[in-house]
């Protein structure tokens, strides 16, 4: 601990702290002047992991902390930051004594590859498949094992998490999901045939089933966060409720109210 660490009150609980920053160099300073003022350990053996970056660093410090899953206090040294708190340099375990914890159960991908392969990956914010050259897509469309769509035509297809509604999920015009509804957000992207279908909205222990038609003449690639597989014949999707994930938030910035404002920024 250095010597400008500062004097907890016996309210306070003083915490083990693992401190990682992305690659930016405001965040890697924003890592040092902390680790100076507080003391670090490896984040395997913290109380609390606290991230300094943005969004992305964010999703890679989650996915990193498997399968012990330490609860992340994140503070933006990044661009946008919506799974961030406000960078300060004081009273960290003042504030992390008030935090509200945001408890994410992340999708499981399950993919055949054309050629048989099978692989398996975890999405915090969104499973995501895409036409890999420039014919688009032909998908079909299985809700727990019952066909919901013979044939979508499309660049590609989504399944996001309510964390993810605000991500590609907003951008393809998905709606933003409120974290205790209990709902999923199956998005077209770029729907060419069904014109008119808008998506749909599923429970949160739906599974879907996509399969990729006439596969190798219009290859698709799937992607569960940052981990891509591609020529994918068959994506199984489910939301894996044995992982938790735990996010720690101030009280005038919780990600439920975030979330909440976004739906009525102009």
């Not at 919506?82 to 004594?97: K, S, V, Y």
């Not at 399969?211 to 994506?235: G, H, M, N």
Request: a neutral charge.
């Amino acid at each position: 601990m250095s010597d400008r660490a500062p004097v907890h009150t016996a309210h306070t609980r003083t915490r083990t702290l693992a401190f990682v920053a992305s690659d930016s160099d405001p965040a890697r300073e924003a890592a040092r002047a902390l680790a100076a003022r507080y003391g670090g350990v490896a984040p395997d053996a913290a109380d609390v992991i606290v991230a300094l970056g943005g969004d992305g660093f964010m999703l890679e410090t989650l996915h990193q902390g498997l399968p012990r899953a330490t609860p992340i206090f994140g503070m933006n040294r990044g661009s946008v930051g919506f799974l961030m708190n406000e960078f300060r340099e004081t009273g960290l375990h003042e504030r992390l004594d008030k935090t509200m914890p945001v408890v994410l159960h992340p999708l499981r991908m399950r993919t055949v590859r054309v050629d048989g392969q099978a692989d398996e990956a975890l999405a915090i914010n969104e499973v995501s498949l895409l036409r890999q050259t420039r014919q688009a897509a032909k998908l079909r469309i299985r809700v727990n094992g019952v066909v919901r769509l013979d044939e979508l035509i499309c660049d590609g297809v989504l399944l996001a998490t309510p964390a993810g509604s605000t991500a590609y999920n907003l951008s393809v015009n998905g709606p933003i999901i409120p974290l205790g509804a209990g709902i999923l957000a199956l998005m077209p992207i770029s729907a060419f045939r069904p014109r008119r279908w808008r998506g749909a909205l599923l429970p949160h222990d739906a599974t879907v089933g996509i399969d990729i038609l006439e596969a190798a003449k219009r290859p698709v690639s799937a992607t569960a966060d940052f981990t891509e597989v591609r020529e994918v014949a068959t994506v199984e999707i489910r939301e894996d409720r044995a992982v938790a994930l735990t996010l720690l938030f101030d009280p005038d910035s919780h990600l439920e109210e975030r979330m909440l404002k976004e739906q009525f920024m102009p």
